[in-house]
């Protein structure tokens, strides 16, 4: 039976439309006289895709471990659901989980102070997810970036990626999120779950907080082999990225054997150089510096003496990471307890907000 609130959703979507503006989402989660905001609460997730690479950490997980410290109430999720919309062998997808679970953990995320949760462990996405589905359009989903990209890729692709970003709202709404750090790519996404907050909202009353972004200030990180691309788990060459569990000698190699070009001084021209300027991008960010001190340290030197000291100073940055990774990953018992308790904290957010999303739907 179709939810009687059909007939307003196209309405409510043209109407977003046109006060839609660029600039809506351009927040840097901060107020106008560039204070944080009091209070909030910052949801993430991430996929379970095994250990993360060096982009992986550079560009969300260190700005994760930061959030901790900024928000009241912070939430990171292990999104499992999601990653189904690509096809998963069973015992490695229970390993990647759990690998997952040790590497945020080394990287600095404090379950004492986030809400660190498998996200299949709490049934109220999904049920979420199918209520915010009923007041989403086709054509809405079909503009999504993501949905263009891989649907291509896989033949139009399945039901399950198509109303990914629905999933991915969900998400977001299920604890009334303030603040959802970001990349560039996924601001669209972000907007989805604005528009449904404000659809719910003025068809069953004020009750979810539009969501802010909080926008990472760190340039991705490229493939050590393709600096037009960034930086994959999935790239095909073994050369291209640095995982987190790798070892100094395996990072030193990658870094020897990155592409740059014929010039021997080091200077950053993302556009006409962008192999080296990836590689003083990673230099700074590794060493807690700007790329313009990046440069000066390299001065005097060749990009091929210069590149020994871009990979000592990710040695230095990521050895302490790898060896906590390889420790927990010992305690398998240890990762699902822990993963265990952070769903039983997630599970007592999300079901008072769902309790009153199936009442002021009509279920209850």
């Not at 196209?10 to 106008?32: D, H, M, N, T």
């Not at 379970?48 to 982009?55: E, K, R, S, Y």
């Not at 896989?154 to 629905?166: A, C, D, I, R």
């Not at 054997?257 to 001084?265: L, W």
Request: charged share 20%; with cysteine; hydrophobic share 40%.
């Amino acid at each position: 039976m179709a939810l009687p609130i059909r007939g307003n959703v196209k309405y409510l979507l043209q109407f977003i439309q046109k006060r839609r503006s660029p600039k809506r989402l351009l927040y840097a989660g901060q107020c106008a006289d560039g204070k944080e905001p009091p209070g909030g609460r910052v949801f993430s997730g991430i996929q379970p895709t095994g250990v993360p690479h060096l982009g992986n950490y550079l560009g969300a997980l260190e700005s994760w471990v930061s959030l901790q410290n900024q928000y009241p109430s912070v939430l990171y999720s292990i999104v499992d659901l999601h990653s189904i919309t690509q096809p998963q062998d069973q015992a490695l997808l229970r390993v990647n989980i759990l690998d997952m679970a040790a590497s945020l953990l080394a990287c600095g995320i404090n379950p004492e102070t986030s809400i660190l949760f498998q996200q299949s462990q709490v049934s109220e996405h999904a049920e979420l997810s199918w209520i915010l589905g009923c007041l989403t359009s086709m054509p809405r989903l079909r503009h999504l970036p993501q949905w263009k990209m891989k649907s291509k890729q896989k033949n139009e692709g399945s039901v399950g990626l198509f109303t990914y970003p629905v999933l991915q709202a969900a998400d977001i709404l299920l604890y009334k999120s303030t603040h959802v750090p970001v990349g560039e790519d996924q601001v669209q996404h972000l907007e989805l779950a604005q528009d449904l907050a404000r659809i719910f909202n003025n068809t069953y009353g004020d009750f979810f907080p539009e969501p802010r972004a909080l926008l990472s200030s760190t340039r991705k990180v490229k493939s050590l082999r393709d600096p037009s691309s960034k930086m994959s788990k999935s790239d095909p060459q073994k050369m291209a990225t640095v995982n987190l569990t790798d070892s100094p000698d395996d990072i030193v190699l990658k870094i020897r054997r990155s592409v740059t070009d014929f010039t021997s001084e080091v200077t950053f021209d993302p556009e006409v150089r962008p192999g080296v300027s990836n590689l003083l991008l990673i230099h700074a960010a590794v060493a807690g510096c700007t790329v313009e001190e990046a440069v000066g340290w390299a001065k005097g030197l060749d990009t091929g003496k210069y590149k020994q000291l871009v990979a000592d100073a990710v040695v230095q940055r990521l050895t302490p990471i790898r060896e906590e990774i390889e420790r927990l990953r010992g305690d398998r018992g240890h990762l699902e307890r822990l993963l265990a308790h952070g769903a039983q904290r997630a599970r007592e957010l999300a079901a008072p907000v769902l309790k009153e999303v199936r009442h002021r739907v009509g279920f209850c």
